[in-house]
């Protein structure tokens, strides 16, 4: 009965204690998520105030910008009156400079003054001299001038005379061009001068109709062809001008009309190539040279016809113009 007892005894002890154990376990485990807790809050507390802080440190540094800011401006504008203030003495260091040479020689000048009247005397002299010289040089200038006007006018009636006298010499070879296209069926070229003649006669009724002008003053350009220079003035230079124009639009529409017909490259052979004279104006440029330049258009609209191309010039609005360098390098005047 005895030992019975105790091992009741043992048995109660050991169940206390267990029961004491695993009290103390689960006390200790409720105590540890308080800790993870309080150091969660503690590192958010001082996320807070470092993001506190954080402006206050911006500010800081903002301020410390504006500072350097005004002191590196202030160190500018001192520099800058420093060098004004450098350029300012120098500049009053060259006036004084330049008024002690002024009284120099003005001491020197009434010093040498008797000596110097017949050398004033000797240059009012010269001056007079080349004065004279000058109003001379104008005076035959302008009889110059003048004279050229004059025989501008008479070889004004004489241009217009050629062109009235040869009109009828050019419709007979128009009319023969006019046979040859029609045995070759070239229609399209035929065509195409029917057109050209249509714009020669509306040239020859206004050159009838038109007055004569004359320009009285002297050439004012100069140009270079074939080893020679010739004159004119700014009324020849755009007439030539508008020669090498004038070409280059007929010249188009005649290669354009030879390639139509399957005809060979040949700008020679039109009627337009042969006359040359469409716009012609018998103010200040002869027939030959307007002649010419219309010719060194015309080739070069031929080839652009002929090719279907616009290497050389233009097409805008029913208009053919030839390209500014081309014209350039066709002709070019200097003014003097």
């Known amino acids: 009965m005895i030992k019975l007892n105790s091992v009741k005894r043992l048995a109660l002890t050991s169940m206390i204690s267990g029961a004491l154990l695993l009290g103390t376990a689960s006390f200790a485990s409720a105590q540890n998520p308080n800790k993870e807790q309080r150091k969660q809050e503690r590192a958010q507390q001082q996320q807070q105030q470092q993001q506190a802080q954080q402006p206050k440190r ?55 003054q008797p000596q110097a009247q017949p050398q004033v005397q000797q240059q009012r002299t010269q001056q007079q001299v080349q004065q004279q010289r000058t109003q001379q040089q104008r005076q035959a200038e302008k009889q110059q001038r003048r004279q050229w006007s004059q025989d501008e006018q008479r070889q004004q009636q ?5 062109y009235r006298q040869g009109w009828q010499q050019r419709q007979r070879v128009a009319e023969q061009r006019e046979q040859m296209y029609q045995q070759q069926r070239r229609m399209a070229q035929w065509r195409f001068q029917q057109s050209y003649l249509n714009r020669l006669r509306q040239d020859q009724y206004r050159l009838q109709n038109s ?22 003035n700014q009324y020849g230079v755009n007439m030539l001008r508008q020669a090498i124009n004038n070409g280059y639009a007929e010249g188009v529409r005649a290669g354009q009309a030879d390639r139509q017909d399957g005809f060979r490259f040949s700008p020679q052979d039109s009627y337009a190539y042969e006359d040359a004279m469409y716009g012609f104006d018998n103010y200040y440029v002869d027939p030959g040279e307007y002649q010419y330049y219309f010719r060194q258009g015309f080739q070069r609209g031929y080839e652009d016809g002929y090719n279907g191309r616009y290497q050389y010039g233009t097409y805008s609005n029913g208009v053919f113009n030839i390209l500014g ?6 002709f070019s005047a200097q003014s003097y």
């Open 58 to 112: 911006t500010q800081e540094v903002r301020q410390a910008e504006k500072q350097q800011r005004r002191a590196e401006q202030q160190s500018q504008q001192q520099q800058q009156s420093q060098q004004y203030q450098q350029q300012q003495q120098q500049r009053t260091q060259q006036v004084r400079q330049a008024e002690k040479q002024q009284r120099r020689a003005e001491q020197q000048t009434q010093v040498q």
């Open 158 to 162: 004489s241009r217009f005379d050629q």
């Open 211 to 232: 007055r004569p002008y004359y320009y009285y003053g002297g050439p004012s350009y100069r140009y270079y062809r074939g080893g020679s220079y010739y004159e004119t």
């Open 325 to 330: 360098n081309i014209l350039s390098s066709i």
